[in-house]
Structures are given as C-alpha cells and as structure tokens.
C-alpha cells in the first residue's frame, strides 16, 4: 500500500496535490515544514486508519486541531498530519448544560453554537484557537476567572491511541487518563471528541480603554488593585503594543506604541461598572464600552494571520509595584509598530481554587506575563525573539518557575518539565500505559 491508497472517508493530499500547500499553513509563518501525506480525517476511523499507516511504514505523525503551536507542532517534515479540521462539529445539550466538541472544532465553532442558549465555557483569548490543543494543555481564557480553566470542565474524552484503539477517558472510564489530560496535552492520542460543562453566560461587558504609554505604571496598579479585590466575574489583560487604526482609538497613539487595557466582566455593564470607575478615573484617551454576547467578545481581538510568533511566559507569584516598573522596563526592543503584544493577564478566582489535583501546577499563580511576538520581516527575527527572552530575564525575580506550556514555544527540556512540576512521574506512568513508544512526540513532550 502507498500513500496513495489509504482508504479515507476523507482525502489525502501528498505535495503533488494542488491544495497541499494551502493545507499545510499554520498560524505561526515561520514554520514551513513538508509533511509527505496530510490525512484530512473526517471520522474516528479515518484517524485510526492514518495512525496505523504512519505506524507501518515508520512515519512521523503530528496532529493538527487549530494550528495554532507557536512551535509548528501541527506539522512535520516527511511524516504523515493527522488533519481533524474536518471533525468540528459541536452538539449543545442545553439541558445537562454540556457540549460535545470534535476534534478539530475551534473557538469559534464551539462558542457560536453555545451562544443561542446562553451558555459558554471557557475558551481561548481569541476564536482561532482549535479547541483540542488549548483544553488538554489547560485552557485560560477570559472566562476561567468565574469558572475555571477549560480543563475543570472537561467531562469527557475521546482518544485515538497509536495503536489505533478509541478509548472513552472521564472519571469513571480510564480515570488516570482522564486526569493526564487536565494539562497533559496531546502527549497520549488523537482526542478525536471532547464533552464540556457549560455555564449560563446571557451577556458580557467589554471595556477596551487606551492611554499614553507613560501612563502605564498608574493604570496597571489600579487594574491589579480591582482584579486582586473584585469578584471572580472580573477579568482582562493589559497590554503594550502598537494602538490600532480603529475609530475609538486617537489619531496620535494610532501606529505607535499605546496602552490597552481590557477589562471583562461576567454580566452588565451596569454590574461592571462599580469596577471600572477607579480605572476610568486616568481618563483613557479612547474608550470603548459595550455589553454584548461572549461569542463576540471572544472574537473581538483575533490575533492577525500571516505574521511570524515568538511567544513566552511567566508565571508571577504577585504584582507588587516593582514588577509592575520591570515590566514597563521590558518594553526596550519590543517591535513597533507591529502585531506585538507585552501583555499581563490576571488568573486567581477560580483558577485558583479548582482541580488542585490536576497536572497544571501554575495555576496558583495569580499573574502571568506573556510577551507575544508578530512580526512581518526575517530581518527581525533575532531582534523579536531577544526582546522576547529579554521580558522573561526581566520578570523571573517574581516567576513562580511554572508555566503555561501553551504560551510558549520549544523552550528545552526543563521549561518542558516545570510545566508539569510535581505530577511528572505520574504522567510518564500514564504515558507508558498509552504510548511506550513515544508515537505522539511533537508537543511538549512527556517521554515515556
């Protein structure tokens, strides 16, 4: 049997294929990688037929959800791409208040079929996220504040194992699996579909304010200030980066260097407001404040496509005025204007509080920094990548040496591990039961 000939609900496209290499972009354009067969699978049986075809003839096998790796983990050169982007499909049950999502369903697949009957469950920061990838390596989003990271609220999965075996994985069916895959990642099958608990979510506000970049020490303490005193309801990030051509945005911060500042809130804005006034009080230059659906607030600050990333994280034990100085420091090689984000996100609430037992050891971290490189020219990729290792230099005196292994990229074999901590030997106990040999190694990775 050749490439070829695997048999297929779906198709197979080798480079020959007039759409192969549309099919084998990924978000992050840095990476061109050449995959000898991507196996566009449209069915669990598609998946275990391209694993064991890949097994046969010794293949490498990358799985691709959303494409959204920073790493290029999605592809791989010469090997065979489990493509599920034909598996998206989303079941509401709005009754148990529960969502099946397939494999490669995204954000936005899963939030605009929720949204009819107000419900929603923690997603990603933007809606081109594929949803496998986030909720198995975690899942910290503008909702996990209120109702925790999308692994807490997983019910159920779906694996495809490498040896071509469905297995059902929840709290009563392979319950060790079932834990693994709260922050495990991809490192045990192709989770071909995944259940959800979903939460009543009728509306949100949304206030997205701009300010003169030397504002910025004075508006991050009065945003950590609310964060760290408000409800679980509030939420947001803060970022540094290039102000946006956009209406609400002045002329003068438009294409240079600007404060943004989003705060969410799980409910009115005449709720929210209580909490805005104190951050209202620095009369942001530009202000835009709206109640509206969380489908749209999830897709309201998409990253751009078409750009090269360098990401990485660290996660803060605090936020004392100090770290709020360095961070404002780091902004030194930072690429404007560009798509680059210096950005602070608050976790806490129930991130905090849920599923201690789970494989996602910075959780207790009430902070994260998260310096998010885009830019357009090779020219600048040493410079992105410096400034973005610079920030983590910079803000590792309040790293709790955790982290969120899908904020970063391939960062060795210790970053790797500290995104783990204490459960990695339980998780390579469970990786030798699902996959001794190492079959899904293109992810962050737990050897066996």
Not at 282 to 304: F, T
């Amino acid at each position: 049997m050749t490439l070829h000939t695997i048999e297929l609900t779906g198709r197979l496209l080798t480079p020959a294929h007039s759409e192969y290499d549309e099919a084998r972009v990924v978000f992050n354009t840095m990476i061109d990688k050449r995959p000898a067969v991507i196996a566009q699978c449209e069915t669990v049986a598609d998946v275990a037929t391209a694993i064991r075809h890949a097994r046969e003839r010794d293949l490498e096998i990358a799985v691709r959800g959303g494409g959204h790796s920073v790493a290029g983990n999605a592809l791989t050169d010469g090997g065979l791409v489990v493509d599920l982007r034909r598996m998206n499909a989303v079941v509401v049950d709005p009754v148990a208040k529960t969502a099946r999502v397939g494999g490669g369903a995204t954000m936005a697949h899963l939030d605009r079929a929720t949204q009819p009957f107000d419900l929603a469950t923690t997603g990603g920061r933007v809606s081109t996220t594929g949803v496998g990838g986030f909720a198995l390596g975690g899942g910290s989003g503008w909702l996990d504040r209120k109702f925790g990271l999308a692994c807490d609220n997983l019910v159920s999965a779906e694996l495809v194992t490498a040896d071509g075996d469905l297995v059902t994985a929840s709290a009563d069916e392979h319950p060790e699996l079932f834990w693994a895959l709260h922050g495990g990642g991809g490192n045990f099958g192709v989770a071909t579909s995944m259940t959800f608990r979903l939460h009543e979510v009728p509306t949100m506000t949304a206030a997205l304010l701009v300010f003169a970049p030397e504002q910025g020490e004075q508006v991050i303490r009065t945003f950590r200030d609310a964060i760290e005193h408000g409800p679980d309801e509030l939420g947001g990030g803060v970022l540094y980066g290039t102000g946006p051509e956009e209406e609400f945005v002045p002329e003068h911060l438009q294409g240079r260097l600007a404060l943004l500042l989003l705060v969410t809130f799980v409910g009115t804005e005449e709720q929210a407001r209580p909490y805005l006034q104190p951050i209202l009080a620095h009369d942001p230059a530009g202000r835009m404040i709206v109640e509206l659906p969380y489908a749209e607030l999830n897709c309201m600050l998409d990253d751009p496509p078409d750009y090269r990333n360098y990401w990485s994280a660290e996660h803060l034990a605090g936020l004392p005025d100090a770290a709020i100085a360095a961070f404002e420091s780091a902004l030194d090689g930072m690429i404007v204007p560009s798509a680059s984000q210096h950005v602070l996100f608050p976790e806490g609430g129930a991130v905090g509080r849920a599923g201690a037992e789970y494989p996602v050891p910075w959780r207790t971290a009430p902070w994260v920094a998260h310096p998010f490189a885009l830019w357009t020219d090779p020219a600048d990729d040493d410079r992105a990548r410096e400034w973005t290792r610079a920030v983590g230099a910079t803000m590792r005196p309040w790293a709790t040496g955790q982290v969120y292994l899908n904020f970063i990229g391939d960062e060795g074999a210790d970053r790797t591990r500290a995104g783990y901590g204490a459960a990695w030997d339980r998780l390579v106990a469970v990786k030798r039961a699902f996959d001794p040999d190492n079959v899904f190694r293109l992810n962050h990775n737990i050897t066996p």
